[in-house]
Each structure stands twice: as C-alpha cells, then as structure tokens.
C-alpha cells in the first residue's frame, strides 16, 4: 500500500512538473512573440511618422534584441537543468522573473538618456505597460510566489528609476508637483498587478492539481479494470467438454470491459457434465466481481453430491450473502447425462432458453423454476426439467441482452427473431451456431452499439 502510495505521489510530481513546464514554454513564447511585436512597431512607427533616427531607434531595437537574446538563452538554460535539482530549477525562474520583470526599466533608462524624450517624460510612455504585460505572463508560470515576485520587482524596478530620475535631474517647467505621487502609485498598481496574477495562478494551479488527480484516478481505474477484465476471461473454460453425445460450446462478449455474465462447465466424478449460465444485473466492474464470486461458489457447491435442485437452493442461500439491496442473478443450469441422453434444466429466473427439436423443426421456449438467485433467502425452486434429447436437438441457454438489443429505429430484436435465427442453423455445429446467433443480433443491431453483455452456451444432441 505504501509503495502504491509513493508511486502514486511520484506519479503526481512528474505530471505537475510537465504542466509546469508547459506553461514556461508558453510563457517564453508568448514573452518572445511581444518583444518583437514591440520591435516592428517601433520601427514601423519611425519609418512611416518620417522620425526614423538612425541612432536612438537603432539604440532600441537593439536593446529589444539584446531582450529576446537574454530570454532566449535564460529558457534554454532552464531547459537543461529542468530535470535536475528542484532548489536550483526555482533559483533559475526566480532569477529570470526578476531579470524579465525589469526590462522596461532597461527601456525606461535608455530613453533617459535620449535628448528627444527626456528623464521625466521617459516615466510616462508606452513603455510602462510593459511592466503590467510581464506581470501578466508571469501568470503563465502557475508559481503564486512567482507571480508576487514579479510585481515586486516590476514595482521596486519602477519605482527605483523614479526616485533616481526625481534625484538627479531638475524637473522641467511643465512638470506637475504631484508628477512623483502619481509614479508611485503607478508602482504600487504593479504590485497589486502581481498580486492579482497570484490569484490566478493559484487557481490555474489548482486546476491543473485537479486534472491532473482526475487522471491518475482515470488510468488507475482503467488499469483496475483491464486486471478484471483478464481474470474474467481466465474464470470462462478454454475448450468444450468432453461429453460424449453432445456437442457443447459457450461465447461471452461483455458491453464494457468486464461484464455480468458468465458461462461455465465441469465434469463430475460420476461422469455427468454440469453447464451454468448465469447474468448479473447490470455490467461492470461490480457484476463483473459478483461473477467472479459466483463462479467459485459453483465450482465448490455443484461438486459436491446432489442434484440441480439441491445445488441451486444453497447457490441461492451462499450468493445471496454477497449481493448489495436491488441486485440479483439470473441463473440457469443443465446437468448432461451422457449415457442416458438425458438434460436435467433447472432455471432460477433466467430467459430465454430455446429448445430445437430436429425432429419436428420447431423451437420452443422453456419457463423458469424460480425467481432469480438473491431474491428470497429461503426461496423455493419448481423440480427440475428432465429433457430427451435427440438426435440434433439443440438447447442454448443465452442471456437477455441478445433479445433487448435495439436497432436505429428503437426496436427491440425480441425473442421470435431469436427463434428464427435458431431454427435456421440449428443443424451445424454448437460453435457455429453461436457464431450465426452473434452474426444475426449484430447485423440487427447495425450502428446501434451493444447495450448489454451477450453471452450464450449452446448444447447439442449428436448422435
């Protein structure tokens, strides 16, 4: 359990570390893509204003470029150690928020010392609302602490450059007495900028936490339910009985992965061979461990001495114990008597079963003997059904999702289409005919995908 758990949380940090990951890389794409957006509008802007000044443009697109070089090379160095040490991964974007988070006071500084622009009028352009872009991308990196880094430095950067500009140059005449008050408000704005990007992250992070717990959920489930899948398969026989005079076979196609039905046989020591269908209500992995439970009480109850009745009875009282309110088991059996020819049936609650008689060509129906196992604790069963069977006669104990299957038009396949379907291939062979009842059903069906588990067990008089 423990190992199972720490897999479980080793699991957990590599999906959220990719997540983290992946937002990095769209935070550098999206951080790359604005920088040179910048740069053709600020080339774009001095060429058609007719203001192109070799030297100050030239000064800032390379400083954009010297920008998208610095963010360049940061993310390539975070990629290499990315998988390494967590302390030094979290040093490196901490780093690269504060470096990132003060390139505007890297264009603010240049455009100081710009004749045409000026210390205080430097404080005002366009380039402030860099700050509060890159605060916004910081978002991308579902770090909270992070984020709260990056308007800290947006707003010491900005702030510095303030004070350093109010301290070393005069202001101009034009220049508002309260021009300083409103820079540090400016700053204060980023910092509640990078506040409200914590936010955010937080609740990306969150998020993403969710997800990724869904999916871990998911694939456990599914892998839960592949491991049910194959004992399911291991719980049906491999290969027919060898009863002599009959030829006996069984298929089980489940709606989902695992499913409620289950067929079954063995062979007794006196030389009768017992044959069990049974349907589970509902499909998935709850039928699908009744199944399993229902198997190993008949393999240890029809063993013992005794007939159907009997065996069935304690079915009834052993399974009963194991099934939740509102849930029960249909169930059929027919105890085969080789020398005789001879089927004892015995069906608690389970339909259809069909009988071929070859020699009329006809298809009867058989009735049940009892109400479904689970039902009554104490529940009675009609004496079993004792059936001659001749030669060709054909008995198939099948499950009711082939009569229940719908087509497009809503319409149920129903139990006379069953019978057609059996009396026109009752003279092959047991597998055969369960490949023909399948191929029928299906082709009824068309599009209509498979509501309930099909399965069917074909016993047939050979000679």
């Not at 009988?355 to 039902?375: D, I």
């Not at 001749?390 to 299957?405: A, K, M, N």
């Amino acid at each position: 359990m423990n190992s199972q758990a720490t897999k479980r949380g080793a699991d957990f940090s590599e999906l959220l570390r990719a997540q983290l990951w992946r937002g990095e890389r769209l935070r550098v794409t999206a951080a790359l893509a604005l920088l040179v957006t910048l740069a053709v509008v600020v080339l774009a802007r001095d060429l058609f204003a007719g203001r192109y000044e070799l030297i100050s443009s030239g000064i800032g697109l390379a400083t954009l470029g010297a920008m998208v070089a610095v963010e360049s090379i940061w993310f390539l160095i975070l990629r290499r150690v990315r998988r390494g040490s967590g302390t030094l991964m979290g040093a490196l974007v901490a780093a690269g928020t504060v470096i990132e988070a003060n390139f505007p006071t890297i264009g603010i500084v240049l455009m100081t010392a710009n004749p045409a622009v000026g210390p205080y009028r430097a404080l005002a352009t366009p380039m402030v609302t860099l700050y509060f872009l890159f605060i916004i991308l910081s978002a991308l990196r579902v770090r909270p602490g992070i984020c709260i880094l990056s308007g800290l430095a947006a707003s010491g950067g900005y702030l510095a450059i303030t004070l350093a500009t109010h301290a070393m140059f005069p202001p101009p005449p034009s220049a508002l007495p309260q021009g300083l008050w409103f820079s540090m408000t400016a700053a204060m704005m980023m910092l509640l900028a990078g506040l409200l990007s914590a936010v955010v992250s937080r609740q990306v992070l969150l998020s993403a936490s969710h997800a990724i717990e869904a999916s871990l959920s998911r694939q456990k489930l599914e892998a839960d339910m592949t491991v049910a899948a194959e004992i399911q398969r291991n719980l049906l026989p491999e290969r027919s009985p060898r009863a002599q005079g009959f030829d006996v076979a069984g298929r089980s196609i489940p709606a989902g992965q695992t499913g409620g039905d289950s067929f079954d046989w063995l062979t007794l020591e006196d030389g009768r061979t017992v044959v069990t269908l049974a349907d589970v209500t509902g499909h998935g992995i709850g039928p699908a461990l009744l199944a399993a439970n229902l198997h190993a009480y008949v393999h240890a109850i029809f063993t013992s001495p005794g007939g159907a009745g009997e065996w069935v009875a304690r079915l009834n009282q052993s399974i009963g114990a194991s099934l939740s309110e509102g849930r029960f088991v249909t169930f059929a059996t027919a105890v085969l008597h080789p020398p005789t020819a001879a089927v004892e049936l015995l069906s608690a609650g389970h339909g259809p079963i069909l009988l071929y008689r070859a020699a009329q060509g006809e298809v009867s129906e058989l009735t049940a003997h009892g109400v479904p196992l689970g039902v009554l604790a104490e529940a009675a069963f009609d004496e079993p059904t004792r059936l001659q069977m001749g030669r060709g006669d054909v008995l198939v104990l099948i499950t009711d999702g082939f009569v229940e299957q719908v087509n497009a038009a809503g319409e149920q396949y129903g139990s006379d289409r069953l019978k057609d379907s059996l009396l026109r291939w009752a003279s092959r062979d047991s597998g055969e005919i369960i490949a023909a009842l399948y191929a029928d059903v299906q082709a009824f069906a068309a599009a209509v995908p498979q509501a309930d588990d099909l399965t069917v067990t074909v016993i047939r008089r050979t000679n």
